[in-house]
């Protein structure tokens, strides 16, 4: 199979990397500004691109099977809150640009991790259940609103032939995530400041620490991708992708800590950043159509990132 994965040098597009190019899959990684990690097989071809530029990689596309589309302006809270322009105009033209060529090279699949931004706050959310017509999260509004352009833009070329899958995953973490305490997601930041913190001592947790968010171990991400590939028998697919259950923040974080096995204590900072909704996935969807599931707890996933980032940090000093 021949794969093109975008956005390779990131979280989840290194995993991506490392996995396909273990199942001894043609890989060519596309990147821009971080630089390509060594290990990888000779199946896996680099290529720095700006995928801002019209047609810049469209002479690789012919004959490729799957294009996993995971180059995109990313960031947390801090940002969403106070710059929230940065999660609209690069990713709105990368994918557009990415699916017109897609389409007009005859790739086979085309795969867009949509996120979950657009949605408000609800339990056991389906597919199906959410009204577009329904505001989006004040917060959310730029970055929610494109994520739902690229989902119907995906809809739009799978009309006209090109086999395409959003995924409204949950928040990712695992392995190549980014651990910093002021410009990751809330887990990775979380984690950093675990890490940095003394024993006994306190932590910053910004906000009321109220919210709930629901998570996805990168391995299961994974998986749900492979499940696409094989088994999505439509030519577009929406799905959920998440545990299916949410937790607070200040509930993560004391798990972190007690993973730690450190003495430390949270306080919450109201006057930071915040966007205290709710949201948990209901993934039924995927596991009746893919054959996909959850396999890897809470416990288990955090743990096995914080170790992770524990050991990641170490070699550094």
């Known amino acids: 199979m021949k794969l093109i994965i975008t956005g390779a040098t990131g979280f989840i597009g290194r995993n991506l990397v490392e996995y396909f190019d273990n199942r001894g899959h043609s890989i060519i990684a596309i990147y821009h500004k971080k630089q390509p990690f060594t290990g990888t097989s000779s199946k ?10 019209p047609g810049v990689i469209s002479e690789l596309l012919t004959g490729t099977d799957v294009l996993l589309q995971f180059a995109a302006t990313t960031s947390g809270a801090k940002d ?13 033209i990368i994918n557009s640009y990415l699916l017109r060529d897609c389409f007009e090279k005859k790739v086979g699949h085309f795969i867009f991790p949509s996120c979950t931004v657009m949605l408000d706050s609800i339990e056991n959310q389906k597919e199906e259940a959410w009204d577009e017509n329904l505001l989006i999260n004040e ?78 171990y990168i391995t299961d991400l994974i998986n749900f991708i492979e499940k696409a590939i094989n088994n999505q028998n ?28 450190k003495d430390i204590a949270i306080y919450n900072s109201i006057d930071k950043p915040d966007i205290p909704t709710a949201l948990s996935l209901n993934c039924s969807k995927a596991y009746n159509e893919i054959d996909w599931c959850v396999t890897t707890d809470l416990e288990e996933g955090l743990r096995s990132t914080y170790n992770w980032a524990a050991k990641s940090k170490a070699s550094r000093n």
């Open 234 to 261: 439509c030519n577009f697919g929406l799905y959920n992708c998440g545990m299916g259950y949410s937790i607070t923040i200040n509930d993560l974080v004391k798990k972190i800590i007690n993973i730690s096995g």
């Open 139 to 216: 917060s959310y509004y730029g970055v929610g609103n494109t994520k739902v352009y690229i989902e119907k833009m995906c809809k739009f070329y799978s009309k006209l032939g090109l086999k395409t899958t959003a995924i409204r995953h949950s928040n990712a973490y695992g392995p190549y995530d980014k651990f910093d305490s002021s410009k990751s997601h809330v887990l990775g930041a979380s984690i950093s400041k675990v890490i940095s913190a003394s024993s006994p001592g306190k932590i910053e947790v910004w906000g009321s620490g109220k919210a709930r968010r629901d998570f996805i």
């Open 80 to 92: 969403i809150i106070e710059k929230p322009y940065i999660h609209v105009t690069d990713n709105a």
């Open 44 to 53: 896996v071809k680099w290529v720095c691109s700006d995928l801002r530029v």
